[in-house]
Every structure is written in structure tokens, then in C-alpha cells.
């Protein structure tokens, strides 16, 4: 696939903003693959369904759907809601399901038809493209992440200290990475990219570099 940019990595390595940043500087789309997980996770609680067991029934009720780099549950438009504390520890228990990432792998291959894409997530480079052009493993120390996260107020829990957002930073590090199906690893041929004490635009300057070069 020469028309995807992928783009993986843990949770606050800065992901999002240097995806989003990448996308418009090379005039591409852009799309966030950890709003689906969200949004499940959304519908989930919304239903009053425990996240870590969605059935094949229930998801096919759903219907995601991106228009741009926005994301549609089921006609309305999902915005802040997804960014939410509890939303994100839904979404780390969704992603764990194969009927969920069946299901969200057409949706996410779709999002890329007809494109130039930057596409962000966990497993783009390895599951979704495994033979994008352009793979990017971002990455960042977790204490650099914790630092990250600290300054981003709504999404972290109220009150959270810098030793409680590291260690659920880890957490998730560990969940996400050690899961059966699709784990949190680079590609054989990503490259990595440690933003650690690196600016965003720094991050942003070296990969459209690398895709120029
Ligand atoms: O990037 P994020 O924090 O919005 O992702 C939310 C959750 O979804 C996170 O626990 C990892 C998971 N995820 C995934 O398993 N695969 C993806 N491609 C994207 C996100």
C-alpha cells in the first residue's frame, strides 16, 4: 500500500498530534483508529454492557463510520465524549476481543479507499496494512508519557497525581502489548521513532524526511 502511513505506538508518546500534523503538512487524510475502540467502549456503557465481553450480535447494531477524519456511531457525531478517563479504560478492555477487531478491520481498510492516508493506532502496521509503504513506530519513555499526560486535564482522573498516571501508564503499556491478539509491537520494518525531549515539530520534520528521502 503506497497510499498509507502508518502509524503505532503506545499511549501518550504524542501520537495523535504528530499523526494529525503529519496528514496536513503532506496534505493526506488522517484517521485515529483508537476512536473505534472508544467509541465500543462508549456504546458499551451507554447499553450498560460490560466492555470486556461485546458480542458479535451486538456489534453488528453498530454502525461506525468515518467522514473525514470524523466518526460516526450510528449517524451522530462523536466527539469529546471519547476522551473521557472511564471511556479509555473501556476501550483498553474492547480492543482485547477478536469479534472486535474483525469487526473494526473492514471499517479501518474502508477509510483508506481512494486516499492518501496518515493512520493511526496500535496494529496498523502490523494487522491492518502489513504492507503500508510507510510505518512508524512512535514512541517515548513512560515517564516522558506521565509528564504528557499530566498537562492534558480532561483526561486523566480528577485529582490523579504524577506516580498514579505512571503506573496506570504502564498498566496499559502491559495490557496492551502482552494481549493474544494483535499486541502492541513495532513492525519488523517500522521505523522507531523516540520522541523523548523532542519537540512536535522536531518529530513531525524527521519522519517527512524519512518519507521524502
Ligand atoms: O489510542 P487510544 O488511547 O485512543 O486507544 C484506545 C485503546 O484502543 C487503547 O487501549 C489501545 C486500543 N487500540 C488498539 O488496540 N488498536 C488500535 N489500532 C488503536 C487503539
Do not use: H
Amino acid at each position: 500500500m503506497d497510499t498509507v502511513v502508518a502509524i503505532d505506538g503506545p499511549a501518550g508518546a504524542g501520537k495523535s498530534t504528530v499523526a494529525r500534523l503529519l496528514a496536513e503538512r503532506m496534505g493526506y487524510a488522517y484517521v485515529n483508529t483508537g476512536s473505534l475502540y472508544r467509541a465500543l467502549a462508549l456504546c458499551a456503557q451507554r447499553a450498560g454492557i460490560d466492555p470486556g465481553a461485546l458480542s458479535e450480535e451486538f456489534l453488528q447494531k453498530q454502525k461506525l463510520e468515518f467522514k473525514g477524519a470524523d466518526l460516526y456511531l450510528n449517524g451522530s457525531l462523536l466527539g469529546d465524549e471519547l476522551r473521557a478517563p472511564e471511556v479509555a479504560a473501556g476501550a483498553s478492555m474492547v480492543s482485547k476481543q477478536k469479534c472486535v477487531r474483525d469487526y473494526l478491520l473492514p471499517v479501518q481498510r474502508g477509510a483508506a479507499k481512494n486516499c492518501w492516508i496518515v493512520m493511526e493506532g496500535r496494529d496498523i502496521g502490523t494487522v491492518i496494512f502489513p504492507d503500508a509503504k510507510y510505518k512508524f513506530f512512535v514512541t517515548a519513555t513512560p515517564e516522558e508519557r506521565a509528564r504528557r499526560r499530566m498537562k492534558q486535564a480532561g483526561e486523566i482522573p480528577q485529582g490523579a497525581g504524577f506516580e498514579r498516571i505512571l503506573a496506570d501508564i504502564k498498566e496499559r503499556d502491559e495490557r496492551d502489548s502482552t494481549r493474544a491478539i494483535a499486541p502492541l509491537k513495532p513492525a519488523d520494518d517500522a521505523q522507531i521513532i523516540d520522541t523523548t525531549g523532542l519537540s512536535i515539530d522536531d518529530v513531525v520534520g524527521k519522519i517527512v524526511a524519512l518519507i521524502q528521502a
